[in-house]
């Protein structure tokens, strides 16, 4: 018997295809289609011939570590121990699936917020634990009420995703006391706080986890250089524990993956202290507001996007079909790939939104608009 009877091809690797046989522009998948910092190419290049092609260390490169825990500390004022609470990861997704197969036992419910990213209820399944999806309001944040009322003693996590995806919307800082109030009453529960987009927020900052005392004894915070240095393909990230919970993870980790990408890790680690993350705000900034601006006047009903590389739009204007049926018919008819929120929900509840991701180039933004003026 399946362990994940309904898991099929994923929606990204869908639309994906559908836009390749469309040639459709593809703004459906979350990755950069502009070139990568040359800084890092040039780093790549001259590694080829270093003694850098054997297994790295489990938890990680040193060097990469260390810059690793200069940055939170700079980013957070939090400083880690590189010994006991840093891991890096095959990227976020592997580092999200160990940590709940090392954490979960089975029955044990985990509270998952929707639309939710869509590797979370599959981790969770594999452990033999129980998702419970609890909707976001219509406005895509926490409903801390109906949170608080599914918490009971079998709760083991809460996976929160902060900015988020698909929304592009970030905590306040009542969302964080409402989080440190229910894990304050419930001893038990820890948090999984995946923050891939943590360096891209717009008007409003994001409140990390990391800078929050009461929960970073609780809390696993989940990074990606993917989406941090554009290099998705990459597939490199890290997490932040505390001891007791890393030691769990790192049981898991040292026979999931042993250790991550030799060459990738060492390249960062030259990388790092090179780059600015501070700028990656502004930089994705200047790609939203380009991309709304040229929205402004079209048939699609613009939602507020306060962080990641994704707008939403409502298109209860254009059609009345279904977000599903919509995103083919636009992808197939108006040439333009994008993702239908629905898919993120436990009960494929829809509300007439799609997702477009903006992290593209110029000229790849301005010929889809023009296509999705047309509609
Ligand atoms: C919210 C969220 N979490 C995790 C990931 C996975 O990150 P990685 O590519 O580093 O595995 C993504 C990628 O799109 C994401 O959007």
Redesign the pocket.
């Known amino acids: 018997m399946s362990k994940l009877p309904n898991v099929g091809a994923t929606i990204f690797s869908t639309m994906s295809k559908l836009a390749y046989e469309h040639n459709a522009i593809n703004l459906s998948q979350?990755f950069p289609n502009f070139p990568v910092d040359e800084r890092l190419t040039t780093i790549l290049e001259k590694s080829t011939k270093q003694n850098i092609h054997q297994y790295a260390p489990m938890a990680g490169n040193p060097i990469l570590m260390q810059h690793i825990a200069t940055l939170i500390a700079s980013s957070y004022s939090r400083n880690i121990s590189l010994e006991d609470e840093l891991l890096i990861t095959a990227?976020?997704?592997q580092a999200?699936f160990t940590t709940i197969v090392a954490l979960i036992h089975p029955g044990e419910e985990v509270i998952i917020l929707d639309p939710s990213?869509d590797?979370y209820e599959p981790a969770v399944l594999v452990a033999g634990g129980i998702p419970i999806r609890i909707p976001l309001t219509t406005d895509f944040l926490p409903d801390w009420d109906r949170i608080e009322t599914a918490v009971s003693s079998k709760t083991k996590m809460i996976i929160t995703?902060n900015p988020h995806?698909p929304s592009g919307r970030v905590w306040s800082e009542s969302d964080m006391l409402a989080l440190e109030n229910i894990t304050e009453k419930h001893q038990q529960l820890i948090v999984l706080s995946?923050e891939?987009y943590e360096y891209i927020t717009f008007e409003k900052e994001q409140i990390s986890v990391h800078s929050r005392k009461k929960l970073i004894e609780k809390s696993i915070v989940v990074s990606?250089f993917?989406?941090t240095f554009h290099i998705?393909g990459w597939?490199t990230?890290y997490l932040v524990a505390p001891k007791n919970l890393m030691d769990e993870i790192k049981k898991v980790h040292q026979f999931n993956v042993f250790s991550v990408n030799s060459v990738a890790q060492y390249c960062l680690s030259k990388y790092i202290p090179r780059v600015d993350v501070t700028s990656l705000g502004s930089f994705y900034q200047d790609k939203r507001d380009f991309f709304r601006n040229r929205l402004v006047n079209s048939n699609f009903k613009l939602l507020p996007c306060e962080g990641t590389y994704f707008q939403l739009v409502d298109y209860s204007g254009i059609s009345n079909k279904n977000d599903v049926d919509f995103c083919i018919e636009l992808t197939t008819e108006t040439g333009v790939a994008a993702i239908p929120v629905s898919v993120f929900n436990a009960d494929k509840r829809e509300q007439k939104v799609i997702r477009f991701c903006f992290a593209k180039d110029d000229e790849t933004l301005i010929k889809a608009t023009e296509r999705l003026c047309r509609i």
């Open positions: 979350g990227g976020a997704t999200i990213y590797c995703n995806n995946d891939v990606s993917g989406k998705t597939k990230g």
